[in-house]
């Protein structure tokens, strides 16, 4: 499979729990992003790196957020503390980046529930 | 003012019917535009790209860019019940920046 590809398809956990989302990208790309998506709303930015740097991180995000992407090669994406507002769908997307014509591809995406 | 920002529909059209789907943007340094298609309990998926203004055309797609009035538009032609699904604007500034999205009903 050459595709984006995330593990779990889907989480359930409890209000203060901690998760972690794994994101492994198309293997020539060097890009990966993560984006966070509720019900009737377009995909919201959360970070990206470009190999193993992190070269933004959304000011709208919690500092219970972290993600790294050791190695340049797949990436974690963390959530310390749940809280029932985190229930979402979490997508990860790489690209090939080429200046402005970067196209992104997205994985299936982890869908996360907070009970 | 939101960066990128679509109707949210839905916009419902008869099989065989153009389907006209608009999208405007805040940031006028952007320099690449991109419709994305996705279904319902799916991922987002690339249909079309677009980087200079005027149209350009891909089977039934056809995506059409004024810079100038800051506007992306995505026209689908012979609409079919199989396009019925929520389609997303996206903007590249320095990342990619999505809109809430249309939905797309096609009836039969």
């Known amino acids: 499979d050459t595709g984006v590809s995330q593990d779990p398809r889907h989480k359930i956990t409890k209000r203060g729990q901690n998760v972690t989302f794994r994101c492994d990208p198309i293997?020539?790309?060097?890009?990966l992003y993560w984006y966070r998506q509720t019900l009737g709303q377009g995909p919201e930015f959360l970070t990206y790196f470009q190999n193993e740097a992190q070269l933004e991180k959304s000011r709208l995000l919690s500092d219970r957020f972290s993600a790294e992407r050791p190695k340049g090669s797949f990436s974690t994406l963390e959530i310390q503390r749940t809280e029932q507002g985190d229930s979402a769908m979490y997508l990860c997307?790489?690209?090939?980046?080429?200046?402005?014509?970067?196209?992104?591809?997205f994985g299936s995406g982890t869908q996360l529930s907070v009970l | 003012q939101k960066e990128v920002e679509q109707n949210s529909g839905p916009l419902s059209v008869p099989e065989g019917a153009i389907a006209s789907l608009n999208c405007t943007y805040s940031d006028r340094g952007s320099q690449s535009f991109f419709w994305y298609r996705q279904y319902s309990g799916k991922s987002p998926e690339l249909i079309m790209s677009i980087y200079s203004n005027g149209d350009k055309e891909d089977g039934r797609f056809t995506a059409q860019l004024n810079k100038a009035s800051q506007y992306v538009s995505l026209l689908i032609r012979d609409s079919q019940p199989s396009d019925s699904a929520t389609y997303l604007c996206?903007?590249?500034?320095?990342?990619?920046?999505f809109g809430t999205g249309t939905r797309l009903q096609v009836f039969p």
């Open positions: 996206a903007v590249n500034t320095d990342k990619l920046i």
């Open positions: 293997s020539e790309h060097n890009r």
């Open positions: 997307a790489s690209s090939l980046e080429l200046s402005f014509a970067e196209k992104l591809f």
